[in-house]
């Protein structure tokens, strides 16, 4: 079992950035992908960024790319998530996820644990 706890979030204007952090315990955190996804009030949960075990590969969603990075440092069990050109549709929380394996991933059953979430508001 892994523990995920996010960190980061807050409230920005839009056009500004944020940086998401997310700290995991448990497992050895280079054995598995990590990812992001959001859930904005009153929608379902939607996937947002994932890298794979070394971080060499990623992606995103339509929505998020060419505006965010996902990032991870196995060194220090962590990944980020770098946001910039803010708009009011990307506020919602986000949740930290670790994959079920190595491979990326970007549906909620390939995740195997969560973390708890961080708000992210943009002002328009």
């Known amino acids: 079992q892994v523990q995920l706890v996010e960190s980061g979030g807050g409230l920005v204007q ?6 998401l952090s997310c700290a995991a315990s448990g497992r050895t955190f280079s054995s598995y992908a990590m990812g992001w996804f959001r859930q904005a009030p009153g929608k379902e949960r939607e996937f947002v960024a994932a890298a794979s075990w070394t971080g060499f590969t990623v992606t995103y969603s ?25 708009k009011a ?36």
């Open 62 to 86: 339509d929505s998020v790319k060419g505006r965010f990075t996902i990032s991870r440092d196995n060194a220090k069990s962590a990944v980020y998530l770098q946001m910039n050109s803010l």
């Open 89 to 124: 549709e990307d506020t919602a929380v986000y949740y930290c996820a670790a994959g079920k394996a190595a491979g990326l991933f970007r549906s909620g059953p390939d995740v195997g644990s969560w973390g708890q979430g961080t708000q992210v508001t943009v002002s328009s």
């Open 14 to 19: 839009a056009g500004g950035s944020l940086r």
